[in-house]
């Protein structure tokens, strides 16, 4: 047997065993992906004000471009996916399976939202509620106390103030 074919044959065999574990993701696990790169993205372009990226000089996009594949990297590591893997299933979608990834998106999202609108109701108890009028308790403002009565404006000190008081030289 030549060098070339043993060498063809070990790369084969080598290169079967990680075909078989490059499992298929389902379209909720890619939406799911999807979403969590969306968001930490989005949280990059945040931190650095959502600027266009004509407003940014070249080190600016470069770093955020650093900062987003980061972020990307680190989604798919928590959701134990490689990028290749992921960047491969997405290139052979067709038509249907972009349908599935969508409709699991909406169901996500609808899922979030059920769950976010559930949450706060729970957190937020009505208790109850100080109203102040005026600038203290014992300087209150008072604005139109009747119904249809025209504002009331005091003019000089107010109740409790002195007036400025005489310079103790002056008799």
Known sequence: MSRRLSV???STWLMTPNLVLAEDLTPEQLARIRRAEKAAVDKVNATHGNKKSSELSNEERRQIIRE???A???VMEENGVSPKDYARQSA?????QNEQVAAAEKA????EKAAGAAKPSAD??????????????DNPVMMEEQEGAPPVVEHGLPAGEEGPSEP???Q
Do not use: D, H, N, T
């Open 108 to 111: 996500l999202e609808a899922q």
């Open 8 to 10: 063809l044959l070990l």
């Open 168 to 170: 103790s030289g002056a």
């Open 124 to 137: 937020k108890e009505p208790g109850e509620i100080q109203v102040q009028e005026g600038f203290s308790e």
């Open 72 to 74: 990307s990297r680190k």
């Open 92 to 96: 052979k979608m067709g038509p249907k």
């Open 68 to 70: 987003q594949q980061e």
